[in-house]
């Protein structure tokens, strides 16, 4: 009869504890509990619990902990100072999936918030821990070290070093060959922000041979695993150009165009950062995607979105542009200029402003051909507006700036540069009448036009420093007139004739 | 005597003839003297002079050939360089000619080639408009797809509802309430409930007690079980009702074993093929048959390439092609 009420004793405290736990963890569901459970001291509660004999005690009292740490830095740092970390650990290697999944999350929860929190961790040995969950069988646990691992992994290099030294870098290689999608998203997910930090990084990354398999999953479906892809590869290309052909090699031309037609945003802007990163290392690479129709897609993708996610293929056009005329000749016939002039009116961010004109600049600073291409749709003014609009950004300014300064260099086309004769300030009215006093000395038909449409008389009114540069230039434009006409033009010549009308003695 | 005397008389008068003779001629031989001197200076004078003039003359003559010469030669070096500048000038400007032609041509060909970066600009022009069709054509196929999950899902809908309320179809008696008697055809509705089968009982799924909705669990499709400590059942168990359990046995998918569900020539069978494999294996059908009384009763046939009128050609077996006795390493 007593071992029955001992046992019943015990029995009971288990009980009492079971429920405590599985309590506690579904108030820590609840953001709004969460200052009433750290109050009442929770964590250091829990802590004895993680050791409990009964295994469901332990991963729910893990799961607690994990939902505690993940809403917000403070309590993930009172679950470092606790220790809880090294028990956590401490035998892992023998508990069931369930406690790993569990304490996977914990580990996760904690190296979310910042790069010291992440270090605490790496430093109680838990990177050899979660390599190996990643070695389970269960695809659960997998995924949850490989999320643990990239929210590790995505603070600084030192961090992904330290990921990659562990071994882990094979075992999410074939984390990402395993059937189960969202396993498939986590681990695309962390070698993206394994490779993102540097070119060592990412080669060790392509050392594993992800390259290939994360090229056969851009054809996927499922939209959120495609965009993972898509910045992993993104990330592995942005660092070099022997990298960037590694991943062409792969064969992702002309299938990542189709993911630039996908329904979700957010594919559709990593699939055109990854273009971009290929673009924008070298002529050849540029080449490659005009050639496999690459400038058709991102220009469709540019009709097609709005904001922040338009902005990738808007440096992919830029980028392709500055290598070569050739390759800007190719973004001009490919109709790549009105989308552009679109983005520049309907956008209200300044810095995909900044780079709608950027790649304007790219594309017409070539030959006056490209100038031409781009003076006549009227785009001119617009980028003039901008540079003057004193509420545009300082960056916006400058690449403005430099666009209209490139392009009128190089532009030939008179009637597109005559609106701008009113408006521009000094430094910009030095390229314009610059290309007027070229072109005006041989074109008797541009003459006419030029006094008719009032521009002589503009720049009569000019006030230049005589010898500059400006000043010049006007000397030229005024030798191609009779001097008559110049006379007529300067300001102040209706005063001289007056004055001559009331100096003058009728002869009676 | 007497011319003696008038001498002697004219001697005094002789003397100073004599005297004053000799006098003017002393008197004049100074004069005489001086002229001849004058004379002689005069002439050597003018020899000395024409002497001088004759060298000079001479050292001109000398001068002017020497002077010529060097003239001469110094033109001649001058015509040979002025020559020299003009052929090198000549070349140089043939030279530009060439390489202006040259560049030109190479530029055009290689370097900015309007044509070719022409056609180049077509190509991809026309590679966009194929590109763009071929996504086009995709987008839409996705567009398709989805319209069609969701009618699929839509109809799924419908029909688990017309399941559900299958007690709302009418009777002989009593028409249901789709099919109201003054319409002229049954609702949609009523045909959809007329074709669907009333759903069975839901299997009671058994709640365990620590089960609780895992909010931030992606992958988890079920709760995880749990190892419980549950109290045993009751002794007086009530035992399931008995027309519940035979419908479960009736639609029961059927489990056979291994050795049901062999076929009974599954051996031959096997055998079978296992010979085809091995006749696709073979080269020949002829059995190695090692011993020589099997064969002794064999009749040659002779190739019909090596055949003639009169019997066997020599060739292959007696002579070939060459044959080099002298070559030969072992002699007979």
């Keep these: ?508 | 005597m007497a011319a003696l005397a008038r001498l002697q008389e004219r001697l005094t008068e002789l003397w100073e003839e004599y005297y004053c003779r000799n006098r003017s001629i002393d008197e004049e031989r100074t004069i005489e003297y001086k002229a001849a001197v004058k004379i002689q200076s005069c002439f050597r004078g003018y020899r000395v002079r024409a002497y001088l003039r004759y060298l000079n003359k001479m050292a001109i003559t000398i001068q002017k050939w020497w002077r010529g010469y060097q003239g001469r030669r110094y033109f001649r070096n001058m015509v040979e360089t002025a020559y020299f500048i003009m052929k090198m000038n000549f070349y140089n400007e043939m030279a530009v000619r060439i390489q202006k032609w040259w560049r030109g041509y190479y530029v055009r060909k290689y370097v900015h080639n309007y044509y070719a970066l022409k056609k180049y600009l077509e190509a991809v022009s026309l590679n966009n408009e194929i590109v763009r069709n071929q996504l086009q054509e995709y987008a839409e196929m996705m567009e398709n797809e989805e319209k069609r999950k969701d009618l699929e899902r839509k109809e799924k809908e419908k029909k688990y509802q017309a399941r559900k309320m299958h007690y709302l179809l009418s009777t002989e008696q009593i028409p249901g309430i789709y099919n109201s008697p003054l319409r002229k055809s049954p609702d949609p509705m009523e045909l959809l409930l007329r074709e669907s089968k009333p759903l069975g009982h839901r299997l009671q799924q058994k709640k365990s007690p620590f089960s609780y909705d895992l909010y931030d669990w992606p992958t988890c499709r079920r709760p995880p079980t749990f190892s419980t400590l549950q109290p045993l059942p009751p002794i007086g168990k009530q035992k399931p009702q008995v027309t519940f359990f035979i419908f479960q046995q009736r639609h029961k998918p059927l489990e056979p074993t291994l050795r049901v569900a062999t076929s009974i020539d599954s051996l031959e069978k096997a055998r079978e093929e296992m010979k085809w494999e091995e006749w696709k294996n073979r080269i020949h059908d002829n059995e190695f048959l090692p011993f020589s009384s099997y064969n002794k009763n064999k009749k040659y046939d002779p190739s019909i390439i090596r055949s003639s009128k009169y019997g066997q050609e020599a060739y292959g077996t007696k002579h070939f092609r060459e044959v080099q006795p002298k070559k030969w390493v072992v002699s007979k």
């Design chain 1, 1 to 508: 009869m007593s071992q029955r009420q001992v046992l019943q004793v015990f029995e009971q405290y288990q009980r009492a504890r079971a429920q405590f736990v599985q309590a506690v963890a579904e108030f820590a569901a609840r953001p709004q509990n969460i200052e009433t459970l750290q109050s009442a001291g929770v964590i250091s509660l829990l802590r004895p619990l993680l050791l409990d004999s009964v295994p469901t005690v332990q991963h729910t009292a893990a799961l607690a902990l994990g939902r505690l740490a993940n809403y917000n830095d403070d309590l993930a740092e009172a679950v470092v100072k606790e220790d809880i970390l090294p028990q956590l650990m401490y035998s892992l290697s023998e508990q069931n999936r369930f406690y790993k999944k569990a304490a996977a999350f914990v580990l996760r929860a904690v190296g979310k918030h910042s790069p010291q929190l992440a270090q605490a961790i790496v430093q109680c040995g838990a990177l050899e821990m979660l390599v190996i969950c990643l070695e389970d069988f269960d695809p659960g646990v997998k995924e949850a070290a490989s999320w643990a691992l990239g929210y590790i992994a995505r603070h600084n290099s030192e961090l992904s070093q330290a990921v990659v030294d562990s071994g882990a870098v094979p075992l999410l290689v074939l984390c990402i060959q395993e059937p189960e999608i969202a396993l498939k998203r986590i681990a695309a997910s962390t070698l993206s922000d394994i490779s993102k930090h540097s070119p060592e990084l990412a080669q060790t990354v392509v050392d594993a041979g992800a390259i290939a398999h994360l090229a056969q999953m851009i054809l996927n479906p499922d939209a959120k695993l495609k965009r993972q892809v898509l910045s992993a590869l993104s990330q592995i290309a942005k660092h070099s150009v022997d990298l960037a052909e590694l991943v062409v090699e792969a064969e992702i031309f002309p299938v990542v165009l189709t993911c630039l037609k996908d329904s979700d945003e957010y594919a559709k802007k990593n699939g055109a950062t990854l273009i971009r990163e290929i673009a924008k290392h070298s002529p050849e690479l540029s080449q490659l995607i005009v050639n496999s129709g690459g400038v058709a897609a991102v220009i469709d993708c540019i009709g097609s979105c709005r904001g922040t996610v338009r902005l990738p293929s808007i440096m992919v056009l830029g980028y392709v542009a500055a290598h070569s005329e050739n390759l800007s000749m190719a973004v001009i016939i490919s109709k790549g200029i009105p989308p552009l002039c679109a983005c520049l009116i309907e956008e209200d961010e300044d810095h995909i402003k900044a780079a709608a004109a950027w790649a304007l600049g790219q594309i017409g600073r070539h030959t006056p051909e490209h100038a031409r291409a781009v003076a006549v749709t009227n785009v001119l003014p617009t980028l003039l507006a901008m540079y003057m609009d004193t509420h545009s950004s300082e960056d916006l300014q400058i690449k403005t700036k430099k666009a209209l300064k490139s392009i009128l260099q190089k532009c030939m086309y008179l009637p597109a540069l005559e609106p701008l004769l009113h408006d521009a300030p000094l430094n910009i009215m030095k390229h314009i009448i610059g290309q007027f006093s070229k072109v005006l000395p041989h074109d008797s038909q541009a003459r006419r036009l030029f006094v008719t449409t009032g521009g002589l008389k503009k720049v009569q009114e000019i006030k230049a420093e005589p010898g500059s540069v400006l000043q010049e230039y006007i000397n030229i434009i005024n030798s191609c007139y009779p001097e008559e006409i110049v006379r007529y033009y300067s300001p102040g010549y209706s005063e001289i004739l007056l004055e001559r009308v009331e100096n003058y003695q009728p002869v009676l």
